[in-house]
């Protein structure tokens, strides 16, 4: 059946980098648009990234623009989020998602999710 994995997480002081990988078995999503999400404990889940079924269009939430860069490699069946300048603010559970429908969106109640990948970044 479908499935995503998460990884690339981990732990790396503030100012670190790291690169998480969401790859899709069992499906394409190369027609779909697919999203990151975090949750960070006692907190609700938040929208990070978004990038479209051919990876020209993105959109980032306000918090994480000029420093995470998302992107896709449909052969690989495989989406990126880049992070940079990690900030401890960024601690939380990260989570890739796709509804496999919409080119442009993902919408969270639809959506196939991973299990995700936990990024701790300390001060």
């Known amino acids: 059946q479908v499935q995503l994995v998460e990884s690339g997480g981990g732990e790396v002081q503030a100012g670190g980098s790291l690169r998480l990988s969401c790859a899709a078995s069992?499906?394409?999503?190369?027609?779909?648009?697919v999203g990151w999400f975090r949750q960070a404990p006692g907190k609700e889940r938040e929208f990070v990234a978004r990038?479209?079924?051919?990876?020209?269009?993105?959109y980032y939430a306000d918090s994480v623009k000029g420093r995470f860069t998302i992107s896709r490699d449909n052969a690989k069946n495989t989406v990126y989020l880049q992070m940079n300048s990690l900030k401890p603010e960024d601690t939380a559970v990260y989570y890739c998602?796709?509804?496999?429908?919409?080119?442009?969106?993902?919408?969270?109640?639809?959506?196939?999710w991973g299990q995700g990948t936990q990024v701790t970044v300390s001060s």
């Open positions: 990038i479209s079924c051919g990876g020209r269009l993105t």
């Open positions: 998602a796709s509804d496999f429908k919409s080119c442009t969106i993902v919408a969270p109640r639809d959506a196939y």
């Open positions: 069992g499906r394409t999503f190369s027609s779909s648009a």
